[in-house]
Every structure is written in structure tokens, then in C-alpha cells.
């Protein structure tokens, strides 16, 4: 036998279909790397724009927990000058015998004094506070 085979045409080469060219796949790619390019910068600024706000918020609450922390230093301060009266109210009424019990002078003046010192115990601290508040 003779073999069938037909000489090979050089014009009926096995040609790519132009969608499948390099140049066409090149031209996609492209496109694709500029569009995950501009996804990537939109992205990114995305990500600062979180993390300013999430800083902005921190700060916030930070102003709000000093101002919490404030109030109750101001809170304590009351308690600590109520606290001082009570102590000597408590002191005053104590079954001492020492004749001041039977007047009634004595005791407007002690109230009066506890109460006039606590309230200078109060605004005295609350002077401190606000001179070194920030």
C-alpha cells in the first residue's frame, strides 16, 4: 500500500479563532488587572475610612467614659462630705457626758459648724478637681 496521507499545505495552517489570540487574551487580562487594580485602591480606601472612623469613635467614648469618671469623683465627694457630717453627728450623739447635751446653743452650733464644714469639704475638692481638670 499507498498511504493516503496528504501533503501538508502550508495555507491551511491550524489557525487560533481571534477571541483566543494572545493579543485578545492579553487585552483581557488587561482589563481584568485594571479593574481588580481600581477595586484594590477603592478597597483600600475603604479600609481608612473604617479605621479614621472607628479612631473617632474611640476617642468619643473616651470623652464620654472621662465625663462618667467625672460625675462620679463629684459623686464621692458629696458622699465623702456627707460622710463628715454624719460623723459628727454621730460623734455628737454618743452617750459622752461632758453637760454640753443639755444646751441647746451647743448643739445648733455643731450642726451648724458639721454642715458648714462639710460643704467646704465639698467645694473645697471640687475647687481641686476643676483647677486640674483637663
Request: net charge positive; hydrophobic share 45%; with cysteine.
Amino acid at each position: 500500500g499507498k498511504s493516503k496521507a496528504q501533503p501538508r499545505d502550508p495555507s491551511h495552517r491550524h489557525l487560533t479563532p481571534p477571541c483566543c489570540s494572545p493579543q485578545a487574551v492579553e487585552a483581557f487580562l488587561e482589563v481584568y488587572f485594571l479593574k481588580t487594580d481600581f477595586l484594590v485602591k477603592k478597597l483600600s480606601a475603604l479600609k481608612e475610612k473604617i479605621d479614621n472612623t472607628e479612631g473617632l469613635l474611640r476617642l468619643e467614648l473616651d470623652h464620654h467614659r472621662n465625663k462618667l469618671i467625672q460625675i462620679e469623683l463629684l459623686l464621692t465627694t458629696g458622699t465623702l462630705s456627707i460622710g463628715t457630717v454624719a460623723a459628727v453627728a454621730g460623734i455628737f450623739g454618743m452617750n459622752l457626758v461632758n453637760d454640753s447635751e443639755n444646751s441647746h446653743t451647743v448643739f445648733v452650733l455643731v450642726t451648724v459648724l458639721s454642715c458648714v464644714g462639710g460643704v467646704l469639704v465639698f467645694f473645697a475638692i471640687a475647687a481641686v478637681f476643676l483647677r486640674y481638670r483637663t
